[in-house]
């Protein structure tokens, strides 16, 4: 069985991250998110609001999983057993900041590669960080996240 590992923080999961997902898993045996649950940066959603989030989003893949990891991804990769790293990547920007973190993932992982998949042409300008800030300003978020995640933003904004 091929296993893929798509990670990263997702805060929230959009559109866009689940195009890749989708596309992976026809790709690959297995499809294995991680959630990173402790980045350099401030999330708006816990760990566990960010997992349940992606869980809802995919839960009509059964060859998908989602789960939390706090550790390198390339030694998550190696604990799951995945034999390939997904990376979603939306322009040659992208691409840039990829290279250096996939040079270093092969030097401390050399079985596990790197797969690059470009993110629909509808998706390419979407970003958690933008969707975040048009949610928070009550613009319309609704073709760009799932249901579940445009009200789970709603939730978290009224709270604020």
Known sequence: M??????GTFDPVTKGHMDIT??????FDKIVVGIFDTPSKTLLF???????LF???????????????SDLTVDFARRIGA???IRGVRSITDVDYEAAMVMMNRKLNPNVDTVFLYTSLEYQFV????IKEV????GDITNLVADHVAAALKTKFRAV
């Open 2 to 7: 091929t296993i893929a590992l798509y990670s």
């Open 22 to 27: 989708r596309r992976a898993a026809r790709l």
């Open 46 to 52: 816990s760990t566990e609001e960010r997992v349940d």
């Open 55 to 69: 869980r809802q989003a995919v839960e009509d893949l059964p060859n998908v999983e989602v789960q939390p990891y």
């Open 83 to 85: 034999s390939a790293m």
């Open 127 to 130: 970003s958690s960080t933008l």
């Open 135 to 138: 949610a928070r300003f009550g």
